[in-house]
């Protein structure tokens, strides 16, 4: 089994920043994309950002310019730097990492979540 530890919650004011990491363990293949998800309060998961082993990124239109992702694929982490935070921005945020177990297909691993409030 494959877990996916989020860390970074908190609550910050808008226009700060603050940076989340999530660090997969357990039996590891070799990863290829990794997603950041949130789920703000009364809607649906969106894609936040993402990220292939070789490093293309892909972002939601709402954090362009303002959110980087990344990873080390030494640690099996991910990062996501969100600066100038908004309150929109507030919502459980989850990874996935995409690893594969097979020549032919990759499960898609969760995080648990973690909280990110900003607010005034």
């Known amino acids: 089994q494959v877990q996916l530890v989020e860390s970074g919650e908190g609550l910050v004011q808008p226009g700060v920043s603050l940076r989340l990491s999530c660090a997969a363990s357990?039996?590891?293949?070799?990863?290829?994309?990794m997603v950041w998800y949130r789920q703000a309060p009364g809607k649906e998961r969106e894609l936040v950002a993402a990220?292939?082993?070789?490093?293309?990124?892909n972002y939601a239109d709402s954090v362009k310019g303002r959110f980087t992702i990344s990873r080390d694929n030494a640690k099996n982490t991910v990062y996501l730097q969100m600066n100038s935070l908004k309150s929109e921005d507030t919502a459980v945020f989850y990874c996935?990492?995409?690893?594969?177990?097979?020549?032919?297909?990759?499960?898609?691993?969760w995080g648990k979540g973690t909280l990110v409030t900003v607010s005034s």
């Open positions: 996935t990492a995409d690893i594969l177990t097979s020549a032919y297909n990759a499960m898609k691993y």
């Open positions: 357990g039996r590891i293949f070799p990863i290829n994309t």
């Open positions: 990220i292939t082993r070789g490093g293309s990124t």
